[in-house]
């Protein structure tokens, strides 16, 4: 990708490396009926960068995921963070999940909180964070509510707004905007790139997308069907302070293009592999 | 799947096999319950000897009348109700909290009104069973998509066909399920009224049994109607995932 | 306001309905053998003002109390153990859904020449009829939790009681309360069988007198008294369960 832009604007100038994938595969299942989801998958995340991953259904993104936030082991390979092996969920990780995980029982203000207090921080500090976490995603007005009472998008923001307020290095994000509408989409995806510059964390986005994936990132991985394998990893060479207009800059298009070339192919493939087989 | 049957079989096996041990070595007393091979043999005997024979028909007769009166009436009220909203509105309250009454205090009233014999016990069993059934029916007709009933709208089905050929099968599996739950309360209402207030049928065979001290006679009808009911719930079971497998959407 | 006596309308009326139907079987009956439904209420509350009714009453609401404070806890905790363990779930469910479809009535000589006569027995009893439906709806409900609740706790590095306490539990707390209210039907029910064989005292005791004596005056108000008592708290623990689950709506 020729870009006019410096290379400085990728994430941080230094580009050193907070977690490390390799060979990473995962394997469902034993003997003749054995199912090889995911790998091997080599990846060096730079800290502070955007990273989407793309690709069809079923290729292994979440498995993938769930690898780098330690809720999985793989069944080969390594998974590193800052340094250290990955066993179960390592601090300073933050993880947002497709379906709504904010909590029907409690208030926008006690979800939010709820992680912290749980770890034990003193009320004082969270009563803080919450605050600025409730202020930053535009909950303020919505604290005493239940999640119930909201939208779609209001309730991802809870969620995000929770993940927020524990200060994660890492954000992983899990098709986090995939049962919102289009709209919603784009301005959420807005604030998801300000909660990146705001936190400096380093932010890996996995979305079937492609749109997003180019719209949003320093990095975009495009993965293979099953099994998952990155078979093009493309520089964006967005500016960092850009928002959902750039969809009017023409190397938008380029981007998008040039992603659904490699897409196109392995999404025709799961597509057949679906037909035949059982779903 | 197959593995969790036998899990299940297993347990039993286990608790029948430490029943077994415990009569075998003195740990409980022979007043109280007899060894499970006792059990077995006294049913043998009651099943060759013919002298319940005619408890067990009548027994079984009035459950599958109750059964099928309480299904086909339930399904019937419950369409009733469905469609016309004042008699949805003024009934649906009422069919929540009907569980809670113990209906079967009712019992020497339906005696007065139909007299002794199998009426008064198929009228209380009715009772108790075909609530069940209404609501399913209620649940199952609520929850035909929407989507389902346009379409049928849209190839311009008559009432009847509509009724037929979409609404019918859409709704099925909650019909099965009130219909099982009905299968359930008939056994329950038949063999517990004959227990408490009558003068025939295996309920009331088990509860001449005790009265006489007879343990042997009274396991043996025991055992005969938890196998009854465990051979039911099974086909049931297996006509359920059948249903299932079909229907899932 | 005006809403209110519309929603009010529909069940009166059919409520109205139900009366008119016993005024008729009383006039229909022989002899009043069936008492309509003024006297049935007479007769309750001359009831209400002797000193052996609420004695029985007392009886029977005591056993009752035990049989579902034990169908509760022991429901909620096996219910629980066997939702958090799929495999052991999966295998003891079926036994228990055999056991809750089979007429418990079979095993009443069982019940009694294991404890005996007396509140043992009616507690029992209770017990029978309680536990099962509670066991099976708590794990029901746990099976049912949404997995993405799970996975964020585990994000969050909570501890294993941090996330049966406090997310588990406050999860699955609506179907808790239907599951008790159930269960709270059943060992009702499950004591007044009781009462009928194995007691001299309690509403149960009392109605089967009344049957033997062919007294259906007394059966009719007993059964009026219970009638309402049973629907008054399913009616309550119905509505504490419906705004429960509003908070959980909208999905």
Not at chain 1, 64 to 88: I, M, W
Not at chain 2, 67 to 79: D, L, Q
Request: glycine share 10%; aromatic share 8%.
């Amino acid at each position: 990708m020729i870009s006019a832009e410096p290379v400085a604007n990728i994430g941080e100038a230094s580009g050193t490396v907070t977690a490390r994938l390799r060979g990473v595969t995962r394997l469902y299942g034993t003997g003749s009926a054995r199912l090889h989801a995911l790998g091997p998958i080599d990846l060096d995340l730079r800290k502070g960068e955007f990273f989407s991953v793309v690709g069809p259904s079923g290729c292994g993104k979440s498995t993938l995921l769930d690898v780098l936030a330690g809720l999985n082991p793989p069944t080969d390979g390594s998974a590193e963070f800052e340094g250290r092996p990955v066993k179960g969920v390592p601090d300073g990780v933050g993880v947002v999940f497709q379906e709504d995980a904010s909590f029907p029982w409690l208030t926008v203000e006690a979800n939010v909180a709820f992680g912290l207090q749980q770890a034990g921080v003193d009320a004082a500090e969270v009563e803080r964070r919450v605050a600025y976490a409730l202020g930053f995603m535009g909950l303020r007005d919505f604290r005493k509510a239940y999640p119930a009472q909201l939208s779609g998008g209001m309730r991802q923001r809870v969620c995000i707004a929770r993940t927020l307020v524990l200060q994660p290095r890492l954000i992983l994000l899990d098709e986090p905007f995939g049962a919102l509408d289009q709209q919603t989409r784009l301005i959420m995806g807005d604030e998801l790139l300000r909660l990146w510059r705001e936190t400096n964390a380093t932010v890996l986005l996995i979305t079937h997308s492609l749109d997003e994936a180019a719209m949003l990132s320093d990095r975009v991985g495009v993965m293979s069907a099953r099994p998952g394998l990155f078979i093009e990893l493309i520089e964006t060479g967005w500016p960092k302070d850009r928002d959902s207009r750039i969809v009017a800059d023409p190397r938008f298009g380029e981007l998008t293009g040039r992603i659904w070339e490699k897409l196109r192919v392995e999404t025709m493939k799961h597509m057949q592999s679906q037909g035949m087989g059982h779903s | 799947m197959k593995h969790r049957g036998l899990a299940s079989i297993g347990i039993v096996a286990v608790c029948v096999g430490a029943l077994q041990l415990a009569c075998g070595i003195g740990l409980v007393k022979h007043t109280v319950i007899i060894a499970p091979t006792e059990m077995a043999d006294s049913l043998w005997q009651i099943l060759l000897g013919g002298e319940f024979t005619h408890a067990i028909l009548l027994t079984l007769t009035n459950i599958v009348l109750s059964a099928v009166i309480s299904i086909a009436a339930g399904f019937g009220i419950g369409v009733a109700i469905h469609s016309v909203a004042f008699l949805r509105r003024g009934i649906e309250p009422y069919l929540a909290s009907y569980y809670a009454v113990p209906t079967f205090i009712f019992y020497p009233v339906f005696i007065v009104l139909f007299g002794v014999g199998s009426a008064p016990i198929i009228a209380i069993t009715v009772l108790l069973a075909i609530v069940a059934m209404i609501t399913a029916t209620l649940n199952g007709l609520d929850r035909i998509p929407g989507v389902l009933t346009k379409t049928a709208t849209v190839l311009r089905l008559s009432p009847v066909r509509r009724a037929l050929l979409v609404q019918l099968p859409a709704a099925s599996p909650y019909l099965f399920a009130g219909a099982r739950l009905s299968v359930a309360y008939s056994f329950i209402g038949v063999i517990a009224s004959e227990f408490i207030l009558s003068g025939d049928g295996l309920g009331y065979a088990i509860a001449y049994a005790y009265n006489n001290f007879d343990n042997r006679t009274m396991y043996g009808l025991m055992l005969l109607i938890i196998i009854v009911v465990t051979a039911v719930n099974a086909s049931f079971d297996a006509l359920d995932r059948r249903l299932q497998a079909r229907l899932r959407r | 306001m005006r809403q209110t006596l519309r929603n009010l309308l529909p069940p009166l009326t059919m409520a109205a309905v139900f009366l008119v139907g016993w005024q008729l079987l009383h006039v229909l009956a022989k002899a009043d053998e069936i008492s309509s439904p003024a006297e049935t209420v007479a007769l309750l509350v001359r009831m209400m003002d002797t000193a052996r009714f609420w004695q029985d009453v007392a009886e029977t609401g005591l056993a009752f109390v035990w049989a579902l404070l034990l169908s509760m806890a022991f429901g909620i905790v096996l219910g629980v153990v066997l939702g958090l363990s799929r495999p052991t779930g999966d295998a003891v469910e079926p036994i228990l859904v055999a056991f809750y479809s089979l007429p418990k009535v079979t095993l009443y000589p069982l019940v009694l020449l294991a404890f005996g006569l007396g509140m043992s027995a009616k507690v029992a009893f209770g017990v029978m009829h309680g536990l099962v439906p509670i066991t099976l709806l708590t794990r029901n409900a746990i099976s049912q939790l949404k997995p993405v609740y799970l996975r964020s706790a585990q994000v969050m590095r909570l501890s294993r009681s941090q996330v049966a306490l406090k997310v588990v539990l406050p999860a699955i707390f609506p179907e808790l309360v239907a599951g008790t209210r159930i269960g709270f039907s059943l060992s009702l029910l499950g004591v007044l069988i009781g009462e009928m064989f194995a007691s001299k005292r309690g509403l149960g005791f009392a109605a089967v007198s009344a049957m033997g004596l062919g007294d259906i005056k007394t059966i009719l108000a007993i059964g009026v008294f219970l009638a309402a008592f049973a629907v008054a708290a399913n009616s309550a623990m119905l509505m504490l369960e419906r705004s429960l689950r509003h908070k959980s709506a909208a999905r």
